[in-house]
């Protein structure tokens, strides 16, 4: 487990693509947890940095799953307004498993139906400052 420390969104999207450049050359699941503005789409935005989908990564807020074609495609759901099986399964978000890399903001509503594999990336608001996050990311291989 690693934790990190960041202090503004700059920090957090960089975060995110450091992360992203050390990930292994497969596809891979990084489910995210954090509560509202904790930095998750800022995080997203630095991760497709790394996988040169520059520009528009915005949170899906009344769309549940962004796809960012490039070199390699990114999938990135948002999964807020999702709660059950049924729902999950009309994202199309089982058939893109273990062919695509997702990455997937609000994962706390689906945790019994994510894959065992998946990175987790927790994402904390620290009340001691407003811009601040702490950021712990799960082993993985
Ligand atoms: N250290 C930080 N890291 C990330 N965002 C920060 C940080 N400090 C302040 N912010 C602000 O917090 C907000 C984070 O927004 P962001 O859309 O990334 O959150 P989110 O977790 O995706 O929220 P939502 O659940 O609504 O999708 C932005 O307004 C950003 O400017
Ligand atoms: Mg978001």
């Excluded at 960012?68 to 099986?85: A, M, P, Q, S, V």
């Excluded at 019994?112 to 904390?124: C, D, Q, S």
Aim: net charge negative; proline share 4%; charged share 25%.
């Amino acid at each position: 487990m690693l934790t990190l420390e960041s202090n503004s969104p700059e920090e957090t999207e960089n975060i995110g693509s450091e992360f992203a450049k050390k990930l292994p050359d497969r596809p891979v699941i990084i489910a995210l947890y954090g509560d509202l503005a904790a930095g998750k789409t800022t995080f997203v935005r630095g991760f497709a940095r790394a996988f040169n989908l520059a520009s528009d990564v915005t949170s899906p807020t009344f769309c549940l799953l962004n796809e960012y074609e490039g070199e390699k495609n990114l999938y990135h759901f948002d999964l807020y307004r999702i709660c059950d099986w049924y729902g999950l399964l009309s994202t199309g978000f089982f058939d893109l498993v273990g062919t695509e890399t997702m990455i997937i903001e609000w994962s706390e509503n689906i945790c019994e139906y994510l894959p065992r594999e998946a990175i987790k990336v927790k994402l904390e608001k620290d009340f001691s400052s407003e811009n601040k996050r702490i950021i712990t990311i799960s082993d993985y291989n």
